[in-house]
């Protein structure tokens, strides 16, 4: 029933900032014990993580990339947010956002995934 839905720029000039939306339906990003990341891929390469926004609204982020991506929400609007500055070819990817709940006493736990939004870094 949850869905997650990724919106943003296909495109970004090198040395601009890149801004992201994922929007979740059918369920909260406030849900107890749940993780709400962005999580990149690029030809040749696996995933790669690139942070997370928690239930209580505390990010963490990828060490490799912490001093340039910026991970924030909006609870009224349950959507989760991406901005990368300094963005460089090499940060050309499909971007998918990806939500996490925890297993608990009352349940086994679930992972979610948007379908990912293609991001090219040209000039």
């Known amino acids: 029933q949850v869905q997650l839905q990724e919106s943003g720029p296909g495109l970004v000039k090198p040395s601009q900032a890149l801004s992201l939306t994922c929007t979740v339906s059918g369920g909260s990003i406030t849900t107890a014990n749940s993780y709400w990341s962005w999580i990149r891929q690029s030809p040749g390469k696996g995933l790669e993580w690139i942070g997370y926004?928690?239930?209580?609204?505390?990010?963490n982020y990828n060490p490799s990339l912490k001093s340039r991506a910026s991970i924030s929400r909006g609870n009224a609007r349950n959507t989760v947010y991406l901005q990368m500055n300094g963005l460089k070819p090499e940060d050309t990817a499909i971007y998918y956002c990806n939500g996490l709940e925890l297993g608990t006493v009352h349940g086994r736990g679930a992972e979610y995934w948007g379908q990912g939004t293609q991001v090219n870094v040209s000039s």
């Open positions: 926004i928690d239930y209580s609204g505390s990010p």
